[in-house]
């Protein structure tokens, strides 16, 4: 009985199979073509092989390596069928990483908008009242009006310069973004990116303290890692506005271990709540106003292509960030 069972199941399977390839492809399965032919050629080699068997068919040197055919035709054809497949799950990977990519772009291009801004309200608020105190004093005929002009127009130069070296700052940071690998020195982007970030920091009296046991330089892409950094000083600086921390502080330490770089990203915005801590690199993720993507890009885009790995874990009171990078 199990022996008529087995040869019931070798002679209903490949009607199955051939069943489901046509039910495949009527879906406009791409590989379906592929198991149709491959099924086909099998089940022809099978059912010839079967009226041998019965002696229905005589055995002669065509009917004889024709099972072998078959079934080596469907092993070629599956062969195929597999490294189509291989084809178009690399070309998908290769669409959504140049999606991620520009994306990447979009987001750092968004970034610079919006911290640009942020850099600029006070500056064009200080322009705009100088050109007040101008006007007024002029229309109530001050007696002391050609100081007030030479100082006015002092106070407008100086916010005028203030915002074409801001502007012209992060202009060069877009321009580097598709720029190959640069040796730089580490303390020195560090600094860069907490300027960049100055005129947010001191609306909230953050103090950003920076210690490195040496001056380290490292082989990588510079826009990539100032980007990574300016994700985590938004990250911190919006924790810190939500949560109302009265003496907002940001550690930085580096150090070198081994081959590789740490970046220790330590503040005291009173740690991450949310378990598992991982899930913050999520996509999606997001416990305040932001579109929780920028942990992460940092992770799943920024840090992929600069070979490095980030952790996070609570400590003291706030959250640290490890940042762990190839020097070369």
């Given at each position: ?115 640009i801004y942020h850099q600029w309200k006070a500056p064009v608020n200080n322009i705009y009242n100088s050109i007040n105190h101008i006007e007024t004093a002029k229309e109530f005929k001050d007696r002391d009006l050609n100081n007030i002009i030479d100082e006015n127009l002092e106070q407008i130069k100086n916010n005028t310069q203030y915002l074409r070296e801001t502007a012209l700052s992060y202009l060069d940071y877009y321009k580097q973004i598709d720029k190959p690998a640069t040796k730089i020195s580490l303390n020195k ?140």
């Amino acid at each position: 009985v199990a022996i008529q069972i087995v040869h019931l199941f070798v002679v209903i399977l490949p009607f199955v199979l051939l069943f489901t390839a046509i039910s495949l492809h009527i879906k406009k399965n791409k590989l379906a073509i592929f198991y149709i032919v491959a099924q086909t050629l099998f089940l022809i080699s099978s059912l010839i092989f079967g009226l041998l068997f019965a002696g229905v068919l005589e055995y002669n040197n065509f009917t004889r390596y024709i099972n072998f055919v078959g079934s080596f035709s469907e092993i070629i054809l599956f062969s195929f069928a597999l490294g189509y497949k291989t084809r178009l799950v690399m070309k998908e990977n290769e669409a959504q990483k140049q999606l991620v990519d520009e994306y990447s772009k979009l987001s750092f291009l968004g970034q610079t908008v919006i911290n640009i801004y942020h850099q600029w309200k006070a500056p064009v608020n200080n322009i705009y009242n100088s050109i007040n105190h101008i006007e007024t004093a002029k229309e109530f005929k001050d007696r002391d009006l050609n100081n007030i002009i030479d100082e006015n127009l002092e106070q407008i130069k100086n916010n005028t310069q203030y915002l074409r070296e801001t502007a012209l700052s992060y202009l060069d940071y877009y321009k580097q973004i598709d720029k190959p690998a640069t040796k730089i020195s580490l303390n020195k982007e560090i600094q860069s990116v907490v300027k960049l970030n100055l005129l947010e920091t001191s609306k909230i009296n953050l103090k950003v303290d920076i210690s490195s046991e040496k001056e380290i330089s490292l082989f990588t892409q510079q826009n990539l890692l100032n980007n990574l950094l300016m994700i985590l000083f938004e990250n911190a600086i919006d924790n810190f506005k939500i949560k109302e921390i009265e003496k907002p502080l940001i550690e930085i330490k580096t150090h070198t271990k081994q081959e590789n770089v740490i970046i220790e990203f330590l503040d005291n915005g009173g740690g991450i709540t949310t378990e598992p801590i991982n899930s913050i690199f999520e996509k999606d993720h997001s416990v305040m106003s932001s579109s929780g993507i920028g942990l992460f890009l940092a992770k799943e885009f920024l840090l992929e292509k600069l070979n490095g790995d980030i952790k996070v874990e609570n400590k003291n009171d706030g959250a640290l960030f490890s940042i762990e990078l190839p020097l070369s």
